[in-house]
């Protein structure tokens, strides 16, 4: 770690904002956005994919050993250019604005509020299993919970820390009583004779998947850096302390799930957290996870509606036909109108994605561009489809911000408030794992990449009318 200026190029147009965030606010920013649902979907998968418990619980350290290759990367571009917005700047910067643009645009069409439409799916569907009879559709109340959450954020960052920090400790608790469920609880074998002849799965690499959607999201709290008491200090901490903390986390429940449920039955089972908790307190337990899911759907959600709004705000300083975004269109240090916008688009995608009638549009709207149906029994249904179609762009995006550490190491040589430890190899590693990762994701998605890429590749006619729009209204 180096101190010294960061580039002047980084300066430009950094608003004065307001750094009411901590490093604890930033830590559960990311410990909220990252813990979602994942972790009580995705160990059965990875278990599948691998041939022994201690080769599972390799693939989750090193998912977190990647995250942290990744975490260098950020710490060295967020202090650098210390501006909100994370990726937006660091593409704009490297490869020019139009870049930049076509990252916030993909975020606000597909892959932020996709995520958020897709966790209050998750927070439905569990609240559905605890409420059974409830007269309320999935699609209603995921939208109420997005709605409630966005004006919750609205009110303003101190409030809207506050909510994410309570939900971050609730699920954090809710995950440590799982462990000592699992660790305290009556054992199983860990790995059963008739097991170890079965444990053929299709490969690590794909286990390795299923882990990195599982810490998907720990960059995000990069879109509020500006708002980051002593950024150049906390930034690259809140990184490495939320990484450490979420691996830690990781770990420690899939251990539990091993000694609760033994290698074959993590394998088998599809809610091995419900699984462990009733082997301790009995039909009650699974209700108990269900309502530790929609806690997690909650923090994830709230999570990314405050750290998500700051690109379109950004994006609002930079080009005049979206100025009504900008940060200073704030209540209380929130930019209202992006938090507004996003939110809004959540609930659009909830009915549009989510919905039998909404999905019928979306296939009505592709025919009309000459293109095939969506297959969305293929994947699960409208949020799974969505989620599996914007993945290479995900990716896409997250292996250009790599690269951009490179060219902006080039563009911008002078010293940097934090340099990558051990540089190139860091880089190196984050941005050949996003290659994979987009290979793999393309793979999946097939055809149905094309329910992202159409509405993302509207941004690039959109830039050209923001330029125009900027030119005109100059002379």
């Known amino acids: ?88 700047e660091y593409l704009r910067q490297a490869f020019g604005g139009w870049l930049g643009f076509l990252f916030g645009w993909a975020q606000l069409v597909a892959v ?33 919970a997005i709605a409630v959450l966005t004006a919750a954020n609205a009110f303003g960052i101190v409030f809207g820390k506050k909510v994410q920090n309570v939900l971050t400790l609730a699920k954090i608790a809710g995950l440590a009583l799982v462990v000592v469920a699992g660790l305290l609880g009556r054992g199983a074998p860990l790995l059963t004779t008739a097991a170890i002849g079965e444990l053929q799965g299709p490969g690590f690499g794909l286990a390795l998947v299923f882990v990195l959607y599982a810490y998907g999201g720990w960059n995000d709290a990069v879109f509020v850096a500006a708002e980051v008491r002593d950024q150049r200090r906390n930034m690259p901490r809140a990184l490495f302390y939320g990484i450490g903390l979420i691996t830690l986390l990781y770990l420690a429940v899939n251990a539990a799930y091993l000694k609760s449920l033994g290698f074959e039955g993590v394998r088998q089972s599809s809610t091995p957290a419900a699984s462990v908790v009733e082997n301790v307190v009995g039909h009650w337990g699974g209700r108990a996870i269900s309502a530790l899911v929609m806690i997690s759907a909650l923090g994830a959600i709230n999570g990314l509606l405050l750290a998500g709004s700051r690109i379109y705000a950004v994006m609002g300083e930079d080009f005049r036909l979206f100025s009504w975004l900008r940060t200073g269109g704030t209540q209380a240090g929130a930019p209202v109108a992006a938090i507004v916008l996003q939110g809004g688009v959540s609930i659009v995608l909830v009915f549009g994605v989510g919905t039998a009638a909404g999905r019928d549009g979306v296939d009505h709207l592709l025919r009309a561009l000459g293109l095939a149906d969506v297959p969305w029994e293929a994947y699960f249904g409208g949020f799974e489809a969505l989620v599996a179609g914007t993945a290479p762009v995900f990716w896409a995006f997250f292996l250009l911000t790599g690269v951009s550490v490179f060219v902006l190491r080039v563009k911008h040589p002078q010293q940097r408030p934090f340099s990558i430890p051990l540089y190139p190899l860091p880089a190196v590693v984050f941005c050949l794992t996003c290659a994979y990762m987009f290979y793999c994701s393309l793979e999946y998605a097939k055809s149905l990449v094309l329910l992202a890429v159409v509405p993302v590749a509207l941004g690039l006619p959109l830039y050209l009318l923001c330029q125009v729009w900027t030119q005109r209204r100059s002379s």
């Open 112 to 144: 932020l509020t996709g995520s958020i439409g897709a966790m209050g799916y998750a927070f439905a569907d569990y609240g559905a299993q605890l409420w059974p009879r409830s007269s309320f559709s999935t699609a209603v109340v995921a939208a109420a």
């Open 1 to 88: 770690m180096k101190d010294g200026n960061a580039p002047a190029a980084a300066n430009r147009s950094i608003p004065n904002v307001p750094q009411r965030l901590s490093l604890w606010d930033t830590v559960s920013i990311i410990v909220g956005i990252v813990v979602g649902t994942a972790i009580f979907r995705s160990p059965p998968l990875v278990f599948q994919n691998t041939t022994g418990p201690w080769e599972a619980l390799g693939a989750w350290l090193l998912g977190g050993a990647w995250c942290l290759c990744g975490a260098f990367c950020y710490a060295e571009l967020a202090t650098t250019f210390p501006r909100n917005g994370g990726d937006y």
